[in-house]
């Protein structure tokens, strides 16, 4: 396997910010997936962006005391995924959404993280589908200029309750979007039924991946009742020339049933399928 294998901070938030770091590290991740998630994180992006540098500046620091590499910044403005969304139809909020991503760019590049995720949006039900997807990919547009800029690759996660949340519209935002890439998660497509074979197709456009058990209506569950075939799944990466990072991403939380697992032993036992296939 080419990827390189990380794990989430935010994985174990019943820590102390440090403490998940250096636990990530014990478990011998090369790489942490650093969630700025605005009321449910450690790193909350209303503080962190009070001063942007500074932050970044610490979050270097820590991860460089522990000997992990920065994989992905995964920006979230709010607990719930619509009041912020990029597509938003009122311009203020759509406004702030930018505001924040600039500084999620400018968090990324100053403590040496190459790859930003977000949501890719929402359907509003007042408006067409049309006219919600027609703004995100605006928006996105706007998004991808911005980070190249940066020498930041931008990527989104399709989600249930997003947007996008199929394979094939997921597919069709991608296509509208040129730059446009996806931190990919099969577990969002598992959990509604879909087949793996439905999602591969997807496997070519994704800069930064996400791993953890799921079966149909369960996002997350433990490696032994997982019906994804990661085999397999890393096989395509492979075959698709996939360099990026392979973040373990068990959750702990009160939604869709993510605090049934327990995420140590999980995200042990995941560490050890992957390197496996070294």
Known sequence: MNAKLACSDFT?????????LKLVSMLGFDGVDIGLFEERSHLWPSREFEDVRRSARELKKK????????????????????????NHPERS????????????????????????????????????????FGRAVDELNWRVARAGECGIVFGVEAHVGSLVPRPKSTERLVQA??????????????????????????VKYASHFHARGARRGRLQTSFDRNVIDYRRVVELMGASGYRGWLGV???WIDWEHCNECDTVSETVRFRDFFRSMK
């Open 12 to 20: 174990f938030p019943l820590l102390s910010h440090e403490d998940a």
């Open 249 to 251: 991403e068990y959750i």
């Open 177 to 202: 979007v040129p730059g446009l890439t996806l931190t990919l998660d099969y577990t969002h497509f598992t959990k509604i039924g879909l087949p793996d074979s439905d999602v591969e197709p997807l």
């Open 93 to 132: 909020p759509r406004q702030k959404a930018r505001d924040w991503y600039l500084k999620a760019l400018e968090y990324a590049a100053e403590c040496g993280c190459a790859h930003v995720t977000t949501l890719p949006g929402v359907h509003y039900p007042d408006e067409t589908r049309a006219d919600s």
């Open 63 to 86: 991860l460089n005391d522990v000997e992990l590499e920065p994989a992905d910044v995964f920006l979230q403005m709010a607990m719930d995924f619509v009041p912020y969304a990029i």
